[in-house]
């Protein structure tokens, strides 16, 4: 009981971290954008920052159903994605000669390359562990 309690409480608080790094990070993105007048451009900034967030809200329903090791790690890899994100975000990381914008590419890109390293890890594991309990 002690563990499934534990589990919970670490899903409930990545989840609660990945919601308050995506308004966080949205927040970077507009203080960094309130001189941008195309509606069209921060309307797509919107989305792509936010698309890791989406993107490890949905794998979290996805994945509920999954071995809770699979789970654990996703909900560390929410927490730092989100850490680093808004690290990122913030100026911590911010060298004179790049862009304001460049972060708001990068590192919703290389978010989402992690996610999908992990998916296909995932995937892969599933149905190894899958086929040796058919061959058992």
Same mark, same amino acid.
């Given at each position: 009981?002690?563990?499934? !309690?534990? /589990? &919970?409480?670490?899903?409930? !608080?990545?989840?609660?971290?990945?919601?308050?790094?995506?308004?966080? $990070?949205?927040?970077?993105?507009?203080?960094? +954008?309130? #001189?941008?007048? $195309?509606?069209? *451009?921060? !309307?797509?900034?919107?989305?792509?920052?936010?698309?890791?967030?989406?993107? *490890?809200?949905?794998?979290?329903?996805?994945?509920?159903?999954? *071995?809770?090791?699979?789970?654990?790690?996703?909900? /560390?890899?929410?927490?730092? @994605?989100? /850490?680093? &994100?808004? @690290?990122?975000?913030? +100026?911590?990381?911010?060298?004179?000669?790049?862009?304001?914008?460049?972060?708001?590419? !990068?590192?919703?890109?290389?978010? *989402?390359?992690?996610?999908?390293? /992990?998916?296909?890890?995932?995937?892969?594991?599933?149905?190894? $562990?899958? #086929?040796?309990?058919?061959?058992?």
């Amino acid at each position: 009981m002690k563990r499934h !309690v534990t /589990f &919970s409480f670490l899903r409930i !608080v990545a989840l609660i971290i990945l919601l308050s790094g995506a308004v966080a $990070s949205l927040n970077f993105m507009f203080i960094a +954008g309130r #001189n941008q007048k $195309s509606l069209l *451009l921060i !309307v797509l900034f919107t989305g792509w920052v936010l698309s890791p967030f989406t993107t *490890l809200f949905i794998a979290d329903m996805i994945f509920k159903r999954w *071995l809770t090791l699979t789970r654990k790690i996703l909900y /560390f890899l929410s927490m730092f @994605i989100t /850490f680093g &994100s808004l @690290i990122s975000y913030s +100026g911590a990381l911010d060298s004179t000669n790049t862009k304001t914008a460049f972060k708001f590419l !990068v590192v919703p890109l290389i978010s *989402l390359l992690l996610i999908l390293i /992990f998916l296909i890890v995932a995937l892969r594991s599933r149905r190894l $562990s899958i #086929n040796r309990s058919d061959t058992n």
